[in-house]
């Protein structure tokens, strides 16, 4: 089970901290990753990493607005996002898998978080 946490309404030029918690994945390592899916748009990947290696994918563009960690536990992904901006208005999903291809792919993944919504005004 995933659950995120952390969206909300914000104003442009703050940032936002968003938290995905694993529980109940029985393996060791994982790929966890985050997508976003603007209104009438595809679901996209932002960022992913494996939890063993932690090793980290950006989409392109993505690296320095969006940070992706994982906390020493490693059940815990967070997504943080820098200068917001109106752009960044968008459900944003958390994602795992025991092992994937391609990070940020939403067809590599078969757990899925319900989502939640940031709004940038």
């Known amino acids: 089970q995933l659950v995120e946490s952390g969206g909300g309404s914000v104003q442009a030029g703050g940032s936002l901290r968003l938290s995905c918690t694993a529980s109940?994945?029985?393996?060791?390592?994982?790929?966890m990753a985050w997508f976003q899916q603007a209104p009438g748009k595809q679901r996209e990947g932002i960022a992913a990493?494996?939890?063993?290696?932690?090793?980290?994918w950006y989409r392109d563009g993505a690296k320095g607005h969006f940070t992706i960690s994982l906390n020493n536990a490693k059940n815990t992904v967070n997504l943080q996002i820098h200068s917001l901006e109106p752009a960044d208005t968008a459900m944003y999903y958390c994602a795992a898998a025991r092992w994937v291809h391609f990070p940020l792919r939403s067809d590599s993944y078969n757990y899925w978080g319900q989502g939640t919504q940031v709004t940038v005004s």
């Open positions: 990493l494996n939890t063993g290696g932690g090793v980290t």
């Open positions: 109940g994945l029985t393996d060791d390592t994982y790929y």
